[in-house]
């Protein structure tokens, strides 16, 4: 089992920045992808970013440009940097963990909220 802690959510106004965290821990080797997902009230979690062991990133469209995945394999920690945010960038974002354990499994963390709004 991997275990992720989520941290650096808040309240920001347009256009600024937030650098969200997610330290892991537990079965860490066998993890082979991290992501980003989030998840606004009423509508589905999705995809955010994506960062592989050998650092292939992936975003999504509505966020390109904007965001930035990065990972600090010495503290087995995933980062998000978040600029130009838009009130549409708001709502709780989830660290999620893909790991091989005894066959694919996925851990997901406790969650941040993210409050982009004037």
């Known amino acids: 089992q991997v275990q992720l802690v989520e941290s650096g959510g808040g309240l920001v106004q347009p256009g600024g920045s937030l650098r969200l965290s997610c330290a892991a821990s537990g079965v860490i080797f066998s993890i082979h992808a991290m992501a980003w997902y989030r998840q606004a009230p009423g509508k589905q979690r999705e995809l955010v970013a994506q960062?592989?062991?050998?650092?292939?990133?992936n975003y999504a469209d509505s966020v390109k440009g904007r965001f930035a995945i990065s990972s600090d394999n010495l503290k087995n920690t995933v980062f998000l940097q978040m600029n130009s945010l838009k009130p549409e960038d708001t709502a709780a974002y989830y660290c999620?963990?893909?790991?091989?354990?005894?066959?694919?499994?996925?851990?997901w963390g406790q969650g941040t909220q993210v409050t982009v709004s004037s």
């Open positions: 960062i592989t062991e050998t650092g292939t990133t």
């Open positions: 999620n963990a893909l790991y091989y354990s005894s066959g694919w499994k996925s851990d």
